[in-house]
């Protein structure tokens, strides 16, 4: 049980144009779901908090103009990259939260890279 | 201020050998965890050790905590060339609404 899973799990796209990325809990509702990000050879960087039907919540250098997240679902929140450009290249890791003292569980990540 | 530092940065050891890895930390915890990703690849999670415990054990995975001492170790023993991964530690701060605060992670090269 526990199971997150990402779409698209890798992308290229053109500078300028937007990307979507989903995360779903596919086996459970998840009360919350985390956004982060990681560059190669470093460490995971919370981006944003997300809670279904509310608004996200971005850690402070994050634009949320231009990593917009939607959380329409107890199973699905999706984070578009808007206008993107080669500095956006990364990988993106959604978690997924059922609440009370229970542990994130991770997707597999989406490698996006900017040209 | 960096949560969560790991140390080593970079293990090598043989098959076989224990590894150790370290985690330190700065602020008060509601628990650490322990995770482990394959180049490339997702976040698989290891273990959870809450702030009123003092060790824990899955597997060939033994975790340490020391609140007093804002510090937590992995022992891994009896490694296999298949544990070859970067490890992170990650904190589950007081106050943080369950936002993990991840090391910057140790790169374990275990050699056949």
């Known amino acids: 049980g526990a199971v997150v899973s990402q779409h698209p799990s890798w992308v290229i796209c053109k500078s300028g144009t937007s990307v979507k990325i989903e995360c779903r809990s596919l086996?459970?509702?998840?009360?919350?779901m985390f956004w982060y990000r990681q560059f190669p050879k470093q460490s995971l960087m919370l981006m944003a908090t997300?809670?279904?039907?509310?608004?996200?919540?971005?850690e402070q250098g994050v634009e949320k103009d231009k990593f917009l997240i939607n959380h329409a679902s107890l199973t699905l929140s999706t984070l578009t990259v808007t206008s993107a450009h080669p500095e956006d290249s990364s990988f993106y890791i959604c978690?997924?939260?059922?609440?009370?003292?229970?542990?994130?569980?991770f997707g597999p990540g989406t490698r996006l890279t900017v040209l | 201020s960096q949560q969560g530092e790991e140390d080593p940065q970079a293990l090598s050891i043989q098959e076989g050998e224990n590894a150790t890895m370290n985690c330190s930390y700065k602020?008060?915890?509601?628990?650490l965890q322990w995770y482990r990703q394959n180049s490339g690849r997702g976040l698989v999670h290891l273990i959870l050790?809450?702030?009123?415990?003092r060790e824990k054990h899955s597997g060939r995975l033994r975790v340490t905590l020391d609140t007093s001492k804002k510090s937590s170790s992995l022992l891994i023993t009896a490694s296999r060339a298949a544990d070859t991964a970067s490890y992170f530690c990650?904190?589950?701060?007081?106050?943080?609404?369950?936002?993990?605060?991840f090391g910057k992670g140790i790169t374990l090269s275990v050699r056949p």
């Open positions: 602020t008060s915890i509601n628990n």
């Open positions: 050790i809450r702030s009123n415990e």
């Open positions: 997300s809670n279904e039907g509310s608004k996200a919540t971005y």
């Open positions: 086996d459970f509702q998840a009360t919350t």
């Open positions: 990650a904190t589950d701060d007081t106050g943080a609404n369950s936002k993990l605060t």
């Open positions: 978690s997924a939260w059922r609440g009370g003292g229970d542990t994130q569980y």
